[in-house]
């Protein structure tokens, strides 16, 4: 077998710097020779010397950002150390990786080869409880405002998305958000900034060999693909700072999903399979939060927790790189619609582009098409005895339409201008008479 090593581990300040090599002809990752970093940017009161973390758990992050390659490809994975939890833990791991995107064969696993593994001892000291992970978003302030306090501390990772970028507006926005949301909830917060997205792997050669030659085809694979198999690992960025910090567990906000009376967690790189499987030194994911709780009823919750302390957050949901939320792709429609229904206004909740008139207008004319489970969850909610504060009339009209029509509406206003399209298409040969005869001709024979 040809093999990939991690071949060096160093710290420097406030950043974990790796080396990753491969064999030539491996071909897997974008340089023989990859150069790899992790950087903690926290909060003025918050101070960790990366220094004194053992390097069992220093190597955890890329570790798991490397495993998944060997449950495809005939390699040699070569680690210089491994936590002796995390290591025993890797049956499950995969496993939990297989149930998800699989089921994979045996056949096609590599080799992984630890060259120490290390009883690793946990820190005395328990600065704080538990990590919970922010973005910004419904279920990261949900999370937020269940556990607020001294005892937990706040943690942004922008670059688990796979398109984020370590410069510009919105990682900028990125540490605007959980500053001011960590005074909100009166915890600590610390960012952590990586490139092991933008730097490490051939995505798209990855992407399609466990397509095409590995036949991975179920919901998760289709739904978010090799980025999605690395999501859990990218996030595990984390575990130097856990460690250093004595915290005992991670928090994730849940992506739960309810469809009439289907209810179901979302099975992709975020599922509470993959972070259930996953510990390392006395610091394991705990349930992933409010795993049974409807967005809708998420959204109410933060806007009351906050409103009975006089305060405001932003429900940051756009991925757009800009300072401001667009307000215009599915994800900030569905936001506005669900403060909407708890009678406030969405632009005091971070979507500075919300227009009563214009927002109405585009979701009258069928502009919001979304999965059936967040139309139903908007549509159940709306009351029809009612007043709301804004867009009350926009708000009755959605409920009497129902959401079944609306979707199969907002569908067909999707694909009309296509229709329209190719109507035009045929319509242009009456411009071209030869063609036209020609054709008449093969019709009447």
């Known amino acids: 077998m040809k093999r990939i090593e991690l071949s060096k581990i160093t710290v420097e300040d406030d950043k974990i710097l790796y080396e990753v090599r491969q064999d030539s002809g491996v071909e897997l990752l974008r340089q023989d020779l990859a150069q790899l970093f992790i950087r903690l940017h926290c909060a003025e009161n918050v101070r960790v010397s990366l220094g004194r973390v053992p390097q069992s758990i220093l190597a955890v992050p890329i570790s798991l950002y490397l495993l998944p390659l060997t449950y495809f490809y005939k390699i040699e994975l070569v680690l210089p150390v491994m936590d002796k939890v995390l290591y025993e833990k890797l049956p499950e791991i995969y496993a939990a990786y297989s149930k998800i995107y699989g089921p994979f064969s045996e056949d096609w696993r590599g080799k992984l080869i630890v060259e120490s593994v290390v009883n690793t001892p946990t820190p005395q000291t328990e600065t704080y409880d538990k990590v919970v992970f922010f973005s910004g978003g419904v279920d ?8 607020p306090g001294r005892k937990t501390i706040l943690v942004s990772i ?12 919105l990682r900028e926005e990125k540490f605007s958000l959980i500053d001011k949301f960590s005074k909100v909830v009166g915890s600590d917060w610390a960012l952590i900034s990586n490139n092991f997205n933008v730097s490490l792997y051939r995505d798209i050669e990855i992407n399609n060999y466990l397509r095409m030659t590995r036949g991975l085809h179920g919901p998760a694979f289709d739904f978010d693909g090799w980025a999605g198999i690395k999501y859990i690992a990218n996030m595990c960025s984390v575990a130097p700072l856990a460690h250093a910090f004595g915290v005992k567990s991670l928090i994730m906000g849940s992506a739960f999903e309810q469809f009439e009376k289907k ?7 975020a599922s509470p399979v993959l972070s259930s499987s996953i510990a390392f030194a006395g610091v394991r994911f705990a349930e992933q939060d409010e795993i049974r709780t409807r967005r809708s009823t998420k959204v109410r919750k933060i806007i009351e927790w906050c409103n009975r302390r006089n305060k405001k957050v932003k429900l940051w949901t756009c991925f757009r790189d800009e300072s401001t939320q667009c307000g215009l792709c599915r994800k900030c429609i569905r936001t506005q619609l669900n403060i909407l229904c708890v009678g406030e206004n969405p632009k005091d909740w971070g979507f500075d582009n919300f227009d009563e008139k ?13 999965a059936p489970c967040w139309h139903w969850d908007i549509d159940d909610v709306i ?7 804004y867009c009350n009339d926009m708000l009755h009209w ?3 339409i129902g959401y079944k029509k609306y979707r199969i509406r907002a569908l067909a206003r999707i694909g009309r201008p296509r229709r329209i ?15 036209l005869k020609s054709i008449i001709k093969r019709l009447m024979k």
């Open 158 to 169: 922008p670059d688990i998305e796979l398109n984020a970028k370590n410069e510009g507006p």
């Open 358 to 370: 214009k927002f109405s207008r585009l979701i009258k004319s069928y502009g919001y098409l979304d």
């Open 383 to 389: 009351d029809a005895q009612k007043a709301y504060s």
């Open 421 to 435: 399209a190719w109507l035009k298409k045929i319509l242009l040969i009456n411009r071209y008479p030869h063609y």
């Open 398 to 400: 959605l409920k009497r």
């Open 263 to 269: 209810c179901w967690n979302a099975e992709d790189g």
């Open 140 to 147: 990261a302030c949900s999370a937020g405002v269940n556990n």
